[in-house]
């Protein structure tokens, strides 16, 4: 198991525990040895490891491809992409953390959700990428890494609004925008309804982080997966930001555990972390960890 382990402690990033995905039963990782390794997971999608921190996902249309997040930004994501399709790509965010957009800066424009823009832009400053640098490139060198001279010569991207409903069109593949605020105000997860598929970021990991100071209330995040809940004749495999693919079930899971903590029946073990502490609920297989001052909205 592996953790991201951000430099400065109060970094509010949200990071859950990483699984392989070693017998995977759509395909078996082909790429050669280096930073990244894709596999195929269903028809014309590829995760990408990113070194055992967090999973992207690579969705290829008849015209268009579909990066959904850019990892922690210390491997060439720009070049590996383009050895997995020759298709015009375009990138978007699930949310504003470092393990998701962190490496933004190797492309031009990136779609997000307005709410997570201040986030995505402190995660994508040269001050935040070089220290990653420094962590992860002092070792011994691994093929695909980037340079803390690449860091330097990069800019920002251009951050294009997406909101619920959007829809990015790939030419014979529509993936929709459902705005599922919780792990991040602005997170969100993109619904491929044709072939079943719901891609989640950390929305629905195994292991979710709610006692962030840039989380939503507890009561918000329930709201999120009861809507989710809602439309599960739309999704059969949910494809989460760190973990092995999960079936659909599984949010049901998630709901029991956030009203056992809403209706006070689950008061939580204590829970610590590098990014701060809180308490720990579990039903079923999902756990979550949240902070108790932060159960319900304002009215």
């Not at 933004?104 to 201040?118: L, M, R």
């Not at 459902?178 to 598929?197: M, Y």
């Not at 709901?255 to 809180?278: H, M």
């Amino acid at each position: 198991m592996i953790r991201f382990r951000p430099r400065v402690a109060q970094l509010t990033v949200g990071v859950c525990l990483v699984a392989g995905f070693a017998g995977l039963a759509f395909g078996q990782d082909t790429s050669p040895a280096g930073w990244f390794k894709a596999t195929q997971v269903a028809e014309k999608v590829w995760v990408i490891d990113d070194h055992g921190n967090d999973n992207m996902y690579l969705v290829e249309g008849k015209t268009k491809a579909l990066l959904i997040d850019t990892g922690i930004g210390m491997g060439d994501l720009a070049k590996f992409v383009r050895s997995l399709t020759s298709l015009p790509v375009t990138v978007v965010n699930t949310h504003g953390h470092p393990d998701h957009a962190g490496g933004n800066y190797q492309f031009k424009t990136v779609a997000a959700h307005p709410a997570d823009f201040e986030l995505i832009k402190l995660f994508s400053s040269k001050e935040f990428l070089k220290n990653s640098a420094q962590r992860y490139l002092n070792g011994p060198a691994v093929p695909g890494t980037v340079t803390v001279a690449e860091i330097e010569a990069s800019s920002p991207p251009e951050l294009h609004a997406i909101k619920q409903g959007y829809v990015f069109d790939l030419g014979d593949r529509k993936l929709e925008v459902v705005e599922v605020p919780g792990h991040t105000k602005g997170s969100i997860c993109l619904l491929d309804t044709a072939h079943k598929l719901l891609f989640t970021g950390d929305n629905d990991n195994q292991l979710v982080w709610l006692f962030l100071k840039d989380c939503t209330p507890l009561d918000v995040y329930l709201a999120t997966l009861e809507q989710l809940q809602a439309r599960n004749e739309e999704y059969d495999r949910i494809l989460p930001g760190h973990g092995a693919p999960l079936d659909k079930g599984f949010i049901a899971d998630q709901i029991a555990c956030v009203r056992t903590i809403l209706d006070g029946s689950c008061k939580g073990e204590p829970y610590q972390s590098f990014a701060g502490n809180g308490r720990l609920c579990r039903y079923g297989r999902a756990s979550v960890a949240f902070d108790p001052q932060n159960l319900h909205s304002r009215k």
